[in-house]
């Protein structure tokens, strides 16, 4: 009878946890239906479709899309999608064209945002030509600077609206799933997770003068968003001249 018993116990064990495995199976596919219901609906309703030109499989499915993506919706929310554009093309001194994931002009200054939407750990400091990403003992990423990236972005701004550098405000943003702990930078460098970032621009609109007049952000606006959803052949010529470019680099290094 006890034997029966102890069979019937870890039948009853068995279920139990196959059940519970099953919920646990079930409350992360409706959770992962709802976020791709929210993506769906606001991949259409932000603008972002209009002004990326992209296809919401290429937004969702090629995680720096998707990183690009989730940072447009993130800045809408704080200044209105009308005054925030992304995947913006303007004129470079190194390749022809200089690819800008998300911008957002204000009257308190014109935010350039580069998305970095890794993972692990971030190796870096202001004056290293490459980052380091490390996901673990074997697997070490190098990456190009993203402050030196940026910069050259808030050059092609400064050039293209033909205003004072001052007025631009740089913005570096890493995934929430990256540990930034091993960063050696200073306070201006302005590099952030997405809640640090949402923090310092909330605070940048609270506290900061006005330096920008609402004639001179429609006029900046209506420049900029010429340069958005540029024809796929200026797309493909700048990734094209960028892997030549971290090639040339990559040859200088090992010389």
């Known amino acids: 009878m006890s034997?029966?018993?102890?069979?019937?116990?870890?039948?009853?064990?068995?279920?139990?946890?196959?059940?519970?495995?099953?919920?646990?199976?079930?409350?992360?596919?409706?959770?992962?239906?709802i976020v791709l219901t929210y993506d769906i609906i606001t991949f259409h309703t932000s603008g972002y479709k209009q002004k990326s030109g992209n296809s919401?499989?290429?937004?969702?499915?090629?995680?720096?899309?998707?990183?690009?993506?989730?940072?447009?919706?993130?800045?809408?929310?704080?200044?209105?999608?009308?005054s925030v554009l992304t995947n913006l093309y303007l004129d470079n001194e190194?390749?022809?064209?200089?690819?800008?994931?998300?911008l957002a002009v204000s009257n308190k200054g014109i935010y350039v945002y580069e998305m970095k939407n890794y993972s692990g750990y971030i190796y870096g400091s202001e004056k290293d030509q490459y980052w380091t990403q490390v996901l673990n003992?074997?697997?070490?990423?190098?990456?190009y600077n993203?402050?030196?990236?940026?910069?050259?972005?808030?050059?092609a701004v400064e050039r293209y609206l033909e205003i004072?550098?001052?007025?631009?405000?740089?913005?570096?943003v890493f995934s929430d799933r990256s540990k930034l702990s091993k960063i050696n930078i200073s306070d201006r460098?302005?590099?952030?997770?997405?809640?640090?970032?949402?923090?310092?621009?909330?605070?940048?609109?609270?506290?900061?003068?006005?330096?920008?007049?609402?004639?001179?952000?429609?006029?900046?606006?209506?420049?900029?968003?010429?340069?958005?959803?540029m024809p796929e052949e200026v797309k493909i010529?700048?990734?094209?001249?960028?892997?030549?470019?971290?090639e040339s680099n990559k040859n200088l290094r090992s010389a």
């Open 56 to 82: 919401f499989l290429k937004s969702y499915f090629d995680k720096g899309s998707y990183g690009e993506f989730i940072l447009y919706r993130k800045v809408c929310k704080i200044f209105g999608k009308g």
């Open 146 to 155: 993203p402050l030196k990236q940026n910069y050259a972005h808030t050059k």
């Open 189 to 229: 460098s302005n590099v952030f997770q997405y809640n640090g970032a949402a923090r310092f621009v909330r605070n940048n609109e609270k506290n900061k003068n006005l330096i920008i007049l609402n004639e001179e952000k429609e006029s900046y606006l209506i420049k900029l968003i010429e340069r958005s959803n």
């Open 3 to 33: 034997k029966k018993r102890t069979q019937e116990s870890g039948i009853a064990d068995s279920l139990g946890f196959i059940i519970v495995s099953l919920m646990q199976i079930i409350i992360v596919l409706c959770y992962r239906l």
């Open 164 to 172: 004072d550098i001052d007025k631009i405000i740089p913005i570096i």
């Open 137 to 143: 003992r074997r697997t070490k990423n190098k990456f």
């Open 237 to 246: 010529k700048h990734i094209d001249q960028v892997k030549q470019l971290q």
């Open 94 to 102: 190194k390749t022809d064209t200089t690819e800008i994931d998300v």
